[in-house]
Each structure stands twice: as C-alpha cells, then as structure tokens.
C-alpha cells in the first residue's frame, strides 16, 4: 500500500506549505485534519476517530503522532521514517483524566517547540478544544496561532497527477448515477437503491476500485426533497415523486461529485421549467469559470437567470472539492457565492452544485469541474435532463 503520488508529488506538496508558513512566521504547524494529513504523507487509514497530528517543521521531516495501534498505517501508507512516527500509548485512549495530546505536546516538546511560534487548526472537526489545551499544557511558553485552512488552501491548485485521479473519480460517480437510472422504480424501498449504488461506488470499474465517498449519498425523495440533506429510509418510492440524488465518485480518497434528477411518472410543468433554468444557469456559470474570473462571477451569471425565471436560491451554488474523509468532500476554502473574491487559477477542481428545494419536492444538478488553460472542463460527463421513468 504505497502511497498514491511520487515522492516528488509530496516534497513539492511540503514545499508548499513551509512556504506559507515562512510566510506567516510559523515555526511549526500542527495539522489534526486527515484530509491534510492525506495530501501531506498519503497517511490513508480510518483512524481519525481517536487523536492524531502531524507536526511540520522548516528543517526536519513531518511527524506524524497518533494511536500505537495505528502507527502501522503510516508506515504502510506514508513516505515516513520510522523516527517520523511517534505513537501515543493504547492506555491514552478514550481514558478519563488523561489526552493523547498530552503525551504529543510532549513528543513536541522533545523536537524543541517549546517556546516557539507554533500554528494549529482551529476550525477542524478533529482537532477539538480539549486536544489543543492538552497540547498547549504541554509547551507553556510557545506562542499559538491559529493557522486555520493553511493547508487547505495550499490544496486548492491541483497538480497534473490529482486532476488525473479525480477524472477517475468522475467514471466512478457516473457509474453510481447510471446504477441509480437503472435500478430505481416504484415500489422500491430507497435503501435497496442505496444498497446498489453504494456497491457501485465501490467496486468501480475493470481498470479501478473505488472507496467510500466524503459525503454521504444522498435521495431526496417525497417530502424529504424540501431540504438539501436527508439520509435514505426504508420508505418505497411512490409514482408521481421527483427524485434528487446526490451521488460521486471517490478514488484515492479524491471526490468528485454529481447530482441529477428522476421524475417516477408524469411530472409537473414546475418541474421540467425549473429544470430548465437550472440547466440554463449551469451552461451560464460554466461560461465564466475561467483562470482570473472571481468565484463571486459565477454567482452573478446564475444569479441573473435566477432573476428571468422569478426564481430564488439563497445558498452557495458550488465550492472546491479534492481530497477528503467523511464528513465533508468539500475543502472548506473556495465558494461560488456573491462576496467571494477568491481568483479562480488553472487546475483548481470545483463541483458546481445547483440545487432547488421547493415546498414539496426539490432538483438537482451538478458537475465537478477543473478550470483550464482557457476556460473549464467538466470531470463529470452524464446526461443534464430530468429522467422520466414511465
């Protein structure tokens, strides 16, 4: 299980971020998101649940700090040395008056921190406030920053060898969708749907597997289409429902996501002219996703098709999507919004995500997308219509 990018890909990946931190006068970085750790090391195993970091100097290797049960994962995964791996005791584990982290800070302590300037995640699900303190406690006079998305946005350009995986994971998400066209029918339950799609998702094709998408699939499906994110039941579908799915595609942990819609039976006259708004609003923000347009000009483009329909949608209409872990594909950097004046660069990957909640039912459409030379490119290739299965 080597990792899934060269050396090189990983040391001009590193190169990347001590730049940034130099930049910021960071002496260290303390990275808890697995998606960072991921595209730092291609550490690759299930383990975030419990406590773990890497810690990234100017002079020396990344070091990568978690469970003693886990420390076999970075070594099959990983680039890293064995002295590059240091494991926290099993007694640490969900233990009541102890952290893991407590035991890190020391390791950090060991490297010489403390009483350096040290930069730390603050806003990732897995690097909680008791982690921090419990790190802190152990490096009393280095000063903290909160160098929160560091990592992120180093992540937001792709290079040649992540696009090419996340076309993979584009073949992987169109067959997901083909198996959802195929299978789904009245009377179904939406788990047994589910069920076929997941299997999909994961045995991917003769040339390549796939693994478990970020984001959980989703059905929108009856009443539950009025919201954005409702989990499958065991419910059936009935004639007569719209049918939103958000489904992708996931190889080597890089997603790509894609979203269409199914009309069981005869559909309404709302529905298949929202769809054509949509449509027309997709093809409208395509046209500007180019390298120098601004993210908020995307929004405008689909905001002035909106406003010809008498249409309104109050969310963001896409975002950078990569490498992830569970819960979220999305990179939490860039978001096609009014306000956003993120410059839109060359081998940046975004999934366009158009989605209409109405009072009872709710569309979908999307495509994952990386921005070109010239314009944009959509990873994702499936038909844009709704589906009317008679």
């Known amino acids: 299980m080597p990792p899934a990018f060269s050396r090189d890909e990983y040391d001009a990946r590193l190169a990347r971020v001590r730049a940034e931190m130099e930049r910021r006068g960071l002496d260290a970085l303390v990275i808890g998101d697995p998606n960072n750790h991921n595209w730092l090391t291609g550490y690759d195993a299930w383990s975030f649940y419990t406590p773990q970091i890497v810690v990234v100097q100017h002079d020396v290797g990344p070091v990568w700090i978690g469970r003693k049960m886990d420390a076999g994962a970075a070594k099959l995964t990983t680039y890293l040395a064995d002295d590059q791996v240091r ?89 997901a969708m083909t198996t959802a066209y195929e299978t789904v029918r009245p009377g179904l339950r939406q788990c047994d749907l589910m069920s076929a799609i997941v299997a999909t998702q994961v045995g991917g094709t003769a040339e390549f597997g796939g693994d478990l998408t970020a984001l959980s699939p989703l059905i929108l499906a009856g009443e539950a289409a009025m919201t954005a994110h409702p989990m499958w039941t065991d419910e059936v579908f009935e004639v007569g429902q719209t049918v939103a799915l958000e489904l992708g595609g996931c190889r080597n942990r890089y997603n790509a996501g894609l979203a269409r819609t199914i009309q069981l039976g005869r559909g309404t006259r709302e529905l298949f002219d929202t769809a054509r708004a949509v449509e027309e609003g997709l093809e409208a923000v395509l046209s500007v996703i180019k390298p120098g347009a601004l993210a908020l000009d995307t929004h405008r483009a689909w905001q002035e ?81 709704v589906h009317v299965i008679d």
């Open 87 to 175: 494991p926290y005791p099993e007694d640490c584990v969900q233990q009541v008056g102890t952290h893991p982290m407590t035991v890190a800070g020391g390791y950090m302590a060991e490297m010489g921190l403390d009483g350096k300037t040290i930069g730390f995640e603050g806003d990732t699900y897995f690097l909680p406030y008791k982690a921090v303190i419990s790190l802190q406690a152990s490096l009393p006079t280095a000063r903290w920053v909160d160098a929160d998305l560091l990592v992120n946005w180093c992540r937001a350009v792709k290079s040649d060898a992540e696009v090419a995986t996340m076309r993979q994971a584009a073949r992987l998400a169109e067959g």
């Open 305 to 385: 098709v909106l406003d010809r329909y008498g249409l309104t949608k109050d969310s963001r209409i896409g975002y950078s999507i990569g490498v992830a872990y569970g819960p979220d594909w999305g990179e939490h950097t860039i978001s096609l919004r009014g306000g956003d004046d993120t410059v839109l660069e060359k081998n940046m990957t975004l999934h366009v995500m158009l989605g209409m909640w109405m009072d009872d039912w709710g569309m979908e459409m999307s495509e994952t997308t990386v921005v070109t030379d010239t314009g944009v490119e959509c990873l994702t290739r499936f038909p844009r219509a």
